[in-house]
């Protein structure tokens, strides 16, 4: 069930969307969380269908914010809020509420959503394109217990990670460290048959990826070595080499989607690692609503001063 709202306010919609749950029987009491989705027209459809995809293992009631700020010396919107509500079949596993905010509401986008929270549960905020300098600070972070970035959207995805380290909360998470898990994973777990002193070690990657400095600190700040950033054609990250004293454990992705495992003394094998989707990369972010030390750890480590090669 859809129903559109036009020139509204928080309270009218919430009463709308009790009316719309009475009519399609969608009571509230299985929404585990609130998650506001933070975005701009261009990336609202992606984002929405993703968030959508992943309350189907989280179901959540889904506000997406979407500000329509104007642009240009002659162009002026008069403040004013417009709804989508979407509930039953055309929600997925919760309820979508779609929030586009003109004029001087677009700075007031806190006070909108209050209202329109799930009671009693925890709020979740994502900005999948650009997101604020400080996600603890925004009037829509503060009402969230985790806030969810994306540093590989930002105009400059390295050096955007300089910020998120200085503006650091806890509860705070970013989807370039979230893609790395099955990395981190297999890197791990390739030790468990012997523990061998690493000596160094190198990152290759398609060049200004976020997820790739962060494997590289991580390993600094794991393995007490200098990693090398290797810039190559991608996609994304493509190699990690760990030169080893009985030898080179390496990582090779050339093609996203299966890796090549070497070990020093085991046979080479082949394991998955493919490159995830939006939605199931949310998917696990929303499965752990806590703080996450270990992003904190890797995103605060100075890198060492390591070359680059082409």
């Known amino acids: 069930m859809r129903t559109e709202l036009t020139d509204t306010t928080s309270s009218k919609i919430d009463r709308a969307m009790l009316a719309a749950r009475r009519a399609v029987g969608s009571p509230t009491m299985g929404l585990v969380l609130t998650l506001l989705v933070v975005t701009d027209e ?68 806190g006070s909108v959503v209050l209202p329109l929270l799930v009671p009693d549960a925890p709020v979740v905020a994502w900005w999948p394109a650009e997101a604020p300098a400080d996600p603890a600070r925004d009037e829509l972070g503060r009402l969230a217990q985790r806030r969810i970035t ?31 898990t099955p990395w981190r994973s297999l890197l791990t777990s390739s030790f468990d048959q012997k523990a061998l002193p690493v000596t160094g070690a190198a990152v290759e990657s398609e060049p200004d990826n976020a997820s790739a400095e962060l494997l590289a600190r991580w390993l600094e700040h794991r393995l007490g070595v200098a990693v090398e950033r290797v810039a190559t054609d991608g996609p994304v990250i493509t190699r990690v080499r760990l030169a080893t004293t009985a030898g080179e454990v390496r990582v090779d992705r050339p093609a996203g989607v299966l890796a090549q495992l070497v070990l020093p003394g ?45």
Do not use: F, M
């Open 42 to 109: 261009e990336n609202a459809y992606d984002a929405v269908r993703a968030a959508s995809e992943a309350s189907h293992e989280h179901p959540c009631r889904i506000i997406a914010v979407i500000k329509r700020t104007s642009r240009g010396p002659q162009r002026r919107h008069r403040t004013r809020l417009d709804a989508e509500l979407r509930v039953g079949s055309d929600a997925g596993s919760g309820e979508i509420v779609l929030l586009r905010l003109h004029g001087d509401l677009t700075s007031q986008a």
């Open 150 to 180: 994306d540093s590989q959207a930002a105009a400059d995805p390295v050096g955007v990670l300089t910020e998120r380290a200085a503006s650091y909360a806890p509860g705070d998470t970013d989807l370039a460290w979230t893609r790395l």
């Open 266 to 310: 085991w046979p080479d094998r082949k394991v998955a690692l493919k490159i995830r989707s939006s939605a199931e990369l949310l998917a696990e972010e929303l499965r752990w609503l806590g703080a996450d030390e270990v992003y904190a750890s890797a995103l605060r480590v100075r890198p060492a001063q390591a070359s680059l090669s082409a």
